[in-house]
């Protein structure tokens, strides 16, 4: 360990500069998945747990995992980032310690900058289940590798197989797809090359020691009476209500039969379409390709195991944020064959050839990468915590309730909980189409009982094309007659449900008197004339409505329109 530290100065400098590089991003971009491993983890920290008191279709590891920050103070979306980073520069030391005698130390640099210059295409600095699926997946692979070379399953691989794939499967469910099809094809790899009867105790001791934790987790389950849950929530779930809206087959024959035509189609589609869209994904492409040409000139078993494998590793797509999986195996991969062409001395033209086809590839990524990734480097970065998901209602809810008041965001936008440091009042903390086929009687059951002060429900939005008013229309109704719009006539204020009984007094605490502007005045900002009452100002909408009320255009008084800003709108007179 030591060793490695001091001989290889330059690899850790390389990977300093990489969380660098993660960490000018961790202020920009923020999305619903990320805030979801958020809350669950705070959740958590609160002493509740996944699917009792916090509604998951996602399998739990990232929110216990998150939960350590949580329970040492982390609340803001920023610092979440930040330990997110630091987990990631974490897992490519060990990536490095772990691998680098068997891999050349250049590899792993390679990986480094590939992955940091390029999360702005794949978003893997986020803290969402696919980083960690990715990084799971990639660590079993790297085993089988070493296990192919030398036939031996030693205690550190054993350990670290089980580690992954229990990390790999507790952060994305889909994510058995892609170990069971690897230890499928290492069983077929050991029987072609007659390696099964000599391993045989070691594939009974490894089989063991994959059980435990997941059997610790069941048991876990089991005596706080969290199982049924569990296996409601994070399998059939997914399988029976989900897989109606997302698109992925939920038989696990079809689903397999559906990833290799999405792999076959993706190979099919970069080799007949050039596009600029495409460059990125499509030199991925060819390094993996190559990555497989390479093994297959060396052993031909092997390079179909990592050819089908590699179709699995894109159990949830090949391209967007899903594809993180995929992307980080693809970043090996490509690092890997980088180094064998570009830094490798070559013998003959041949081999030349190839190391000037890798120059290209290498100019290719690097363009596309600092194209992409320079734009929003330090986006946000000098400013205070909070801007990384604002949200219209973030000033709403910090005006109306406190700290400690639980409130319900049904939209697609959790993020708006973290930044204004609020509990969601439901078990079920967002509304989404499936929730409400699983979930519609315990989602009634929990507003009628805790009817929380403010709610955001914004009736017209859509998820997936299925708008709210429409799949929701029970709790639009129960809004209707418990709570009432802010304000019906302006945007975002309409979507903020106050309950009847506390209406009066938020509507107060938002109606606030600016010194000079009086109730009864008549003023305009030189574009649009306004009526103030109840300290709000009311837009008169036309001259006829103006006439109409019997006003005077002499009694209409121009003030500044900074100064104006600061009085609430209310409802347009027509």
Known sequence: MRNILIKNKSTWVVFMLGFLLIILYSRYFSFMDEADNILGAISVSQGGDIYKSFFSQHTPFVYYFMSIFALIGVKDYETFRLCMGFVILCLWIFMYIRYSNYFDSKVFNIFVLLYALTINITWAHMVLSDVFYGFSILFLFLESLIYIRTGVVSKKSMIVVAASVFVSVMSAFVSVYSVAILLFLLFIYNIYNKRTKKNISNYIKLSIIIAIPFLILILWYWLTGNLYNFYYQAYKLNRVYYSNYNGINNSSIGLMKQIITSWINHIAYHATTFSKESIFSGVLLFLNLLFCYYHFKRDRALAILIFIFLAFTGVRGFEDFHAIPYYIVSFFNSSFIINQYLFKKQTDSREEYKTNVMRICVFLLLILSLNNYVPN??????????????????EYINKLTKPDEKIWITSLSPQTYINTNRNPAMRAYIVVPWYIDAFKNEIMGDLTTIKPKLIIFEKDSDVWGYKYS?????????????????????????????????????????????????????????????????????????????????????????????????????????
């Open 470 to 574: 429409d799949f929701a229309k029970d709790i639009l109704d129960f809004l209707n007659a418990e709570y009432k719009p802010l304000n019906s006539n302006i945007d975002f204020e309409k979507n903020i449900y106050i309950r009847k009984d506390w209406f009066e007094e938020a509507n107060n605490k938002l109606s606030s008197h600016v010194d000079g502007i009086d109730n009864g005045m008549l003023v305009s900002n030189g574009v649009n004339v306004y009526l103030i009452e109840n300290n709000t100002k009311r837009y008169i909408t036309n001259p006829k409505v103006f006439k109409r009320l019997g006003f005077d255009w002499k009694n209409v008084i121009t003030i500044d329109d900074e100064k104006l800003e600061n009085v609430r709108t209310g409802a347009p007179l027509d």
């Open 377 to 394: 480097a330090g986006v946000n970065f000098t400013k205070p915590n909070g801007i990384i998901a604002h949200s219209p209602y973030d």
